[in-house]
């Protein structure tokens, strides 16, 4: 029986394969990565996590209708069947692009032959940083749970307090940006509480929750066409949300947010306005545009960098019609499975990498219950078709046939009787939530005048 180098489970340091480092396991870097499982070539995917996150799904736990163990599989799980490819849990701090070292925290590093960086995006707070821990956007786990949790224990103390303007306050939810993750969150937890917690409490109503999304630009999701952006702020509008268009935030407290000179009291404040890439492009010291993606070739590398590519929302690569690919998870996904294929072709047969082309696959972004926007370019969806689409194609995304059914048997059973199962407070945010609770309780038996003083 003859021996395949591309079955070896472990590797040496004196391996002979080429190597491939990929740095993020996202939608690119997976894609990448299975791209080159099963070849004779050395593969690490290297991320700070050993889960792959399914981010656009990320605002159904945060509202709380999906668990994260609903959208998250383990990476080692993904690419297990690839016996050439290694999973490295690990904190990429820099780059040697001159001895092409990956150096990790703990003073660790990895040598590679190809380089690929997909390390995705951030939220960007335009300078106000500061902002994110009281504004947390939707990126990773953590976050939707904080915001999660934020949201439920505001509906608590709410419950807690005799105040009408704290309950008021208190119900309030600020969402920041009107792009797709926006425009998704603020539907969601409008439906939350009008449908999924309007039973549930005794001294407030949840029905009456205030939610306001605010975006600076005149128009809700400005990258899809006109048309679809209006029907989405109409049907924002009728599930209650108050959408402030031309509207600027200019500031962020833990009691709320100063949006165009008004100071608007929230429990909750959700940032969805703004990508920054992540810092990767210091690590090569190499051009980035504004927001911080790396310029790179039509064949996805890095100029001047030999053995460098960057995909996904790290790269600023252009289409044909020469303006930015958008930073979608169709655009990542295909980058990873070009390039994963040009590198086994230039590594095993000497191929040099051709350029890569995006295939439009539609541009979709949910608002609600029986509402969403498709965009195909010259056709277009909206309504309850658009919704059932939408829902299609994102159980098909979802990694592994356990998931697929999971959120699958979860929706139907969430559209059949309005109800979300998800709604967990963490321990530790649950005892600060009693002794806030128990200082407001105290303060409504001195009466509403003494607890006015007390807040001013």
């Given at each position: 029986?003859?021996?395949?180098?591309?079955?070896?489970?472990?590797?040496?340091?004196?391996?002979?394969?080429?190597?491939?480092?990929?740095?993020?396991?996202?939608?690119?870097?997976?894609?990448?990565?299975?791209?080159l499982g099963g070849k004779p070539i050395r593969v690490t995917v290297i991320d700070k996590h050993n889960y792959h996150l399914f981010v656009p799904?990320?605002?159904?736990?945060?509202?709380?209708?999906?668990?994260?163990?609903?959208?998250?599989?383990?990476?080692?799980?993904?690419?297990?069947?690839?016996?050439?490819?290694?999973?490295?849990?690990?904190?990429?701090?820099?780059?040697?692009?001159?001895?092409?070292?990956?150096?990790?925290?703990?003073?660790?590093?990895?040598?590679?032959?190809?380089?690929?960086?997909?390390?995705?995006?951030?939220?960007?707070?335009?300078?106000?940083?500061?902002?994110?821990?009281?504004?947390?956007?939707?990126?990773?786990?953590?976050?939707?749970?904080?915001?999660?949790?934020?949201?439920?224990?505001?509906?608590?103390?709410?419950?807690?307090?005799?105040?009408?303007?704290?309950?008021?306050?208190?119900?309030?939810?600020?969402?920041?940006?009107?792009?797709?993750?926006?425009?998704?969150?603020?539907?969601?937890?409008?439906?939350?509480?009008?449908?999924?917690?309007?039973?549930?409490?005794?001294?407030?109503?949840?029905?009456?929750?205030?939610?306001?999304?605010?975006?600076?630009?005149?128009?809700?999701?400005?990258?899809?066409?006109?048309?679809?952006?209006?029907?989405?702020?109409?049907?924002?509008?009728?599930?209650?949300?108050?959408?402030?268009?031309?509207?600027?935030?200019?500031?962020?407290?833990?009691?709320?947010?100063?949006?165009?000179?008004?100071?608007?009291?929230?429990?909750?404040?959700?940032?969805?306005?703004?990508?920054?890439?992540?810092?990767?492009?210091?690590?090569?010291?190499?051009?980035?545009?504004?927001?911080?993606?790396?310029?790179?070739?039509?064949?996805?590398?890095?100029?001047?960098?030999?053995?460098?590519?960057?995909?996904?929302?790290?790269?600023?690569?252009?289409?044909?019609?020469?303006?930015?690919?958008?930073?979608?998870?169709?655009?990542?996904?295909?980058?990873?499975?070009?390039?994963?294929?040009?590198?086994?072709?230039?590594?095993?047969?000497?191929?040099?990498?051709?350029?890569?082309?995006?295939?439009?696959?539609?541009?979709?972004?949910?608002?609600?219950?029986?509402?969403?926007?498709?965009?195909?370019?010259?056709?277009?969806?909206?309504?309850?078709?658009?919704?059932?689409?939408?829902?299609?194609?994102?159980?098909?995304?979802?990694?592994?046939?356990?998931?697929?059914?999971?959120?699958?048997?979860?929706?139907?059973?969430?559209?059949?009787?309005?109800?979300?199962?998800?709604?967990?407070?963490?321990?530790?945010?649950?005892?600060?939530?009693?002794?806030?609770?128990?200082?407001?309780?105290?303060?409504?038996?001195?009466?509403?005048?003494?607890?006015?003083?007390?807040?001013?």
């Amino acid at each position: 029986m003859t021996h395949d180098p591309s079955d070896d489970r472990s590797f040496s340091a004196t391996d002979s394969r080429p190597h491939v480092v990929i740095v993020g396991a996202g939608f690119g870097g997976l894609a990448c990565a299975a791209r080159l499982g099963g070849k004779p070539i050395r593969v690490t995917v290297i991320d700070k996590h050993n889960y792959h996150l399914f981010v656009p799904l990320l605002y159904q736990v945060a509202t709380a209708a999906l668990s994260p163990a609903d959208i998250a599989e383990p990476i080692r799980k993904i690419l297990r069947r690839h016996r050439n490819v290694e999973v490295m849990m690990g904190e990429v701090t820099g780059v040697d692009t001159t001895t092409r070292q990956v150096r990790l925290a703990g003073g660790r590093t990895v040598g590679y032959d190809r380089l690929v960086i997909a390390t995705g995006s951030l939220y960007h707070y335009f300078g106000h940083d500061e902002w994110a821990e009281m504004a947390p956007g939707l990126k990773t786990i953590e976050d939707a749970r904080t915001i999660r949790t934020r949201l439920l224990t505001a509906f608590e103390r709410a419950e807690m307090t005799d105040d009408p303007d704290r309950q008021r306050a208190l119900m309030t939810t600020l969402v920041v940006g009107g792009g797709p993750t926006g425009v998704e969150m603020a539907g969601a937890v409008a439906e939350l509480a009008r449908f999924a917690l309007a039973r549930d409490f005794r001294r407030v109503d949840p029905r009456a929750a205030r939610v306001v999304l605010v975006e600076a630009g005149p128009r809700v999701l400005a990258g899809f066409p006109q048309e679809l952006s209006d029907y989405a702020l109409e049907a924002l509008r009728a599930k209650g949300v108050e959408v402030l268009l031309n509207h600027a935030v200019e500031r962020v407290t833990p009691e709320g947010a100063t949006v165009a000179g008004t100071f608007i009291p929230a429990g909750t404040i959700v940032w969805g306005a703004g990508i920054r890439a992540s810092i990767a492009g210091t690590w090569l010291g190499v051009e980035t545009d504004r927001a911080g993606r790396i310029k790179v070739d039509p064949d996805l590398s890095v100029p001047g960098v030999p053995g460098v590519y960057a995909l996904g929302d790290t790269a600023l690569a252009l289409g044909e019609d020469e303006k930015p690919l958008p930073g979608l998870a169709q655009v990542a996904k295909q980058q990873g499975e070009h390039l994963g294929k040009a590198l086994a072709g230039e590594l095993l047969a000497g191929r040099k990498p051709g350029p890569f082309r995006f295939r439009n696959r539609g541009n979709t972004a949910i608002v609600g219950r029986n509402a969403a926007v498709f965009d195909f370019g010259r056709r277009r969806l909206k309504g309850w078709v658009a919704w059932v689409l939408w829902a299609i194609i994102h159980v098909y995304l979802l990694v592994g046939f356990e998931k697929r059914l999971l959120v699958s048997m979860q929706w139907l059973w969430r559209y059949a009787t309005y109800q979300r199962g998800a709604r967990l407070i963490t321990r530790d945010e649950a005892a600060r939530t009693v002794e806030v609770v128990a200082n407001e309780g105290g303060a409504n038996q001195g009466g509403a005048e003494d607890q006015r003083m007390r807040r001013a």
